[in-house]
């Protein structure tokens, strides 16, 4: 095709690959996407730079590794200047419309969008902001297992408030653009917060699994045989406060699949609407994720680790006029999209600043790409940097702090032996640690982190003393120009909102 697709970006918050049968699940309920994967390209092995809802968007829209730019947790500053690819493409005669959850911490709320339909789910100050010099504190703010332990269903939620609203806005434009007289292309992205905790979904989903076979975790590891990191983050969340049964697993699973077709319907939503506006030949779609979810692997939930579940995630391309159906085997992630959408626009001048990603279009078209993912994890649960390099059937975890871990992901795709100390891996382990030292100054990053995780604190501490304004993205809907107004004759307005128009 000669013509500047489109792309529509769906975008979902905390959901593993493991959990879509187009990744091997047997439970879900996932028939729209298993559509999108039989027609589109399936990245088998996609991964996120960093396990935790802001920084890993931050590294996705920036193509850039989250210690470059200072995106080290859900509540730092995303910079302005950063470019995204939202910048790159609107530079190029894109719109650029956004519609859900980003997790922009700052006053730039926009960040390239031209236009943007919702606020945010989640809260756009410095108040999430954790302290590594504090680690046994544990703020309100930190993840709870009361997502778990009160898992179920129930009529109505904050976050279906929420995404009905991102789904009927990002729909809405859709017709929106296909009855304008704007006819650049455009690039849409429709970010949802389901599946993402705590694990309760209206009981039409919840009956959607009703005498299913609910799948339970695969890994039972005994808390004191966990790694450091892993012990820390149960505190974090708060596990050793709130031990987990048998059937709360359950039920927290089954509410998570019901979340995941839940999410699917608003996929088939779109999907419709795209054909309805007639955009679908000419928009490539993109399904996504943020990061994953462990559901109680190991005995541990939601993110902030390099395990399998937590950073392994879904990415499906759906274009079948551009396109066949293929699956692609080598290691991806999340930097790799800003160049990949960039070079499906057809720009071709010089990135601002340099890319950790690469684009993915050769493997759209099959052939072989770099096979390895670079990892960085800064945020709450670790007290130093937690680095992580994931090339062919390898992946090594390192921080000062504690031993080192190596898998290999093909005899052990579980995870259940590090083989740093194996000696037959000396020469490895040896090689990925001048690696690590050649790529990162972690003694600087985390010198860095601290400071900025004080700057912060004293920040939020001081504007939230007297007059308080806030930086959360306020949506302007002006009802001037909605519907039927007395400022344009009503037969050329009529006419003009027709979708398709009249022909006759």
């Known amino acids: 095709m000669t013509t500047r697709p489109n792309f529509l970006i769906l975008m979902a918050d905390q959901l593993t690959s493991r959990a879509l049968p187009a990744y091997g699940n047997r439970v879900a309920k996932t028939p729209h996407i298993d559509a999108l994967a039989a027609e589109g390209v399936v990245f088998d092995s996609f991964y996120c730079n960093s396990p935790l809802c802001a920084p890993s968007r931050f590294s996705f829209l920036s193509g850039r590794q989250v210690s470059a730019i200072g995106a080290y947790d859900n509540a730092a500053e995303f910079p302005a200047q950063v470019p995204t690819f939202a910048h790159y493409l609107r530079h190029s005669g894109y719109q650029t419309v956004l519609s859900g959850k980003m997790h922009f911490c700052g006053a730039d709320q926009l960040h390239g969008f031209e236009e943007r339909l919702t606020t945010d789910i989640y809260p756009a100050d410095f108040g999430w902001t954790p302290d590594w010099t504090r680690f046994d504190h544990r703020p309100s703010w930190y993840h709870t297992m009361d997502s778990v332990i009160q898992a179920g269903p129930c009529t109505r939620t904050n976050q279906i408030d929420f995404d009905d609203d991102v789904v009927f806005n990002a729909r809405q434009k859709l017709f929106d653009m296909a009855r304008s007289k704007d006819k650049?292309?455009?690039?849409?992205?429709?970010?949802?917060?389901?599946?993402?905790?705590?694990?309760?979904?209206?009981?039409?989903?919840?009956?959607?699994?009703?005498?299913?076979?609910?799948?339970m975790p695969r890994v039972a590891i005994d808390p004191k045989d966990l790694d450091p990191h892993s012990r820390r983050l149960r505190h974090v969340c708060?596990?050793?406060?709130?031990?987990?049964?048998?059937?709360?697993?359950?039920?927290?699973?089954?509410?998570?699949?019901?979340?995941?077709?839940?999410?699917?319907?608003?996929?088939?939503?779109?999907?419709?609407a795209l054909?309805?506006?007639?955009?679908?030949?000419?928009?490539?779609?993109?399904?996504?994720?943020?990061?994953?979810?462990?559901?109680?692997?190991?005995?541990?939930?939601y993110k902030m680790n390099f395990f399998e579940p937590a950073c392994r995630i879904p990415l499906i391309v759906h274009s079948p006029q551009r396109f066949g159906p293929r699956r692609v085997a080598d290691s991806t992630s999340l930097v790799d999209i800003l160049p990949t959408l960039c070079e499906l626009a057809g720009r071709d001048a010089?990135?601002?600043?340099?890319?950790?990603?690469?684009?993915?279009?050769?493997?759209?078209?099959?052939?072989?790409?770099?096979?390895?993912?670079?990892?960085?994890?800064?945020?709450?649960?670790?007290?130093?940097p937690l680095v992580m390099i994931k090339r062919g059937r390898y992946k090594?975890?390192?921080?000062?702090?504690?031993?080192?871990?190596?898998?290999?992901?093909?005899?052990?795709p579980d995870e259940l032996e590090n083989l740093?100390?194996?000696?037959?891996?000396?020469?490895?382990?040896?090689?990925?640690?001048?690696?690590?030292?050649?790529?990162?100054?972690?003694?600087?990053?985390?010198?860095?982190?601290?400071?900025?995780?004080?700057?912060?604190?004293?920040?939020?501490?001081?504007?939230?003393t007297g007059r308080y304004t806030p930086w959360d993205f306020q949506p302007v809907r002006d009802a001037s120009r909605l519907y039927v107004r007395n400022d344009q004759e009503l037969g050329e307005f009529e006419s003009m909102a027709r979708f398709p128009p009249f022909a006759g």
Request: charged share 25%.
């Open 184 to 215: 650049r292309p455009f690039c849409l992205v429709a970010s949802m917060t389901h599946p993402h905790d705590p694990y309760v979904i209206p009981r039409a989903y919840w009956d959607r699994y009703a005498g299913v076979d609910i799948d």
């Open 238 to 272: 708060g596990l050793d406060l709130l031990p987990v049964n048998e059937a709360q697993t359950r039920a927290a699973r089954r509410a998570y699949y019901g979340a995941v077709s839940y999410v699917d319907d608003q996929i088939g939503v779109m999907m419709a």
């Open 275 to 301: 054909t309805d506006t007639r955009y679908a030949e000419n928009t490539i779609v993109l399904l996504i994720a943020d990061h994953g979810d462990m559901l109680g692997e190991r005995g541990l939930w």
């Open 350 to 384: 010089a990135y601002a600043t340099p890319l950790d990603g690469t684009s993915l279009v050769p493997q759209l078209h099959g052939a072989r790409g770099a096979d390895e993912v670079i990892g960085e994890y800064l945020a709450e649960g670790a007290i130093a």
């Open 396 to 412: 090594f975890v390192h921080s000062r702090v504690d031993p080192e871990q190596l898998y290999d992901l093909i005899d052990d």
């Open 420 to 464: 740093a100390s194996h000696p037959e891996q000396t020469a490895r382990i040896r090689s990925f640690r001048d690696e690590v030292a050649q790529r990162w100054d972690l003694e600087s990053i985390e010198s860095a982190v601290i400071a900025s995780q004080q700057r912060r604190h004293l920040v939020n501490d001081a504007l939230r």
